[in-house]
C-alpha cells in the first residue's frame, strides 16, 4: 500500500484566469427611458411615488417617501400592505427590465426599451416581517434567473434605517 503525501492529497490543478468580463454600463439614453417609463408612464408607480435611486443591470433601488396618502393603519401612521406588495412587485419587474437591457446591448437603447411591452407578473410572493413606520422607504430587487420566457426575482422594503420590513419573490413572463 502507498501512502500520498499531504501535499499531493490536497493539491487541484489550478488554471490561470481569464480576463474578466467588463461590466455592463447603460447609456443615458437607456437610464433616461427606463426611468421615465417606470416613474410618468406607469401611472400607478407615480401615485405610490416610486422614484428609481439606482439602476444597474443585477440590482435595482428605488425609494417611497412616506404620506399620508399610504396610510394603512391610521393609529400608527404605518404604510398600507398594499403599497408594500405593489412597490415589491414594480421592482421585481424593473430589475427584469434592467437585466433584459443588460441581456441585449448590441441593440439601440430604443431598441431594448421596446422589449417591455410583453413584460408581466405571473407569480408574487410577499412576506411581511414587521409593521412598516418610517419617513421613507427603499426597496431593492434583483434577478435570480433570466431566461427566454420567465424571469424570477427577489425583493426587499426596507425602512429609512435599514430594517426589513418585508420580502417579496416573484416569476415574470418576458415573452
Known amino acids: 500500500m502507498t ?5 499531493s492529497a490536497d493539491a487541484t490543478p489550478t488554471v490561470a484566469p481569464g480576463p474578466a468580463p467588463a461590466p455592463v454600463v447603460f447609456e443615458e ?16 408607480n407615480q401615485l405610490l411615488g416610486l422614484k428609481i435611486t439606482s439602476l ?15 396610510v394603512g393603519h391610521f393609529a400608527f401612521n404605518r404604510v398600507h400592505g398594499g403599497v408594500i406588495s405593489a412597490g415589491l412587485d414594480a421592482m421585481g419587474g424593473l430589475a427584469v427590465m434592467a437585466a433584459i437591457g443588460a441581456r441585449h446591448m448590441d441593440e439601440t437603447p430604443l431598441q431594448r426599451l421596446h422589449r417591455f411591452g410583453k413584460l408581466g407578473t ?16 427603499e426597496l431593492h430587487a434583483h434577478v435570480l434567473r433570466l431566461g427566454s420566457r420567465v ?13 426589513l420590513f418585508s420580502t417579496g419573490a416573484a416569476a415574470y413572463i418576458v415573452s
Open 122 to 137: 405571473i407569480d408574487l410572493r410577499i412576506d411581511y416581517l414587521r409593521p412598516g413606520i418610517s419617513p421613507y422607504f
Open 29 to 44: 439614453e437607456f437610464v433616461a427611458g427606463l426611468k421615465s417609463i417606470f416613474e410618468e408612464r406607469i401611472a400607478f
Open 3 to 7: 501512502k500520498k503525501s499531504p501535499a
Open 151 to 163: 424571469a424570477n426575482t427577489r425583493m426587499e422594503f426596507l425602512g429609512a434605517d435599514g430594517t
Open 56 to 70: 444597474e443591470p443585477s440590482r435595482v433601488v428605488a425609494r417611497i417617501d412616506m404620506r399620508p396618502e399610504l
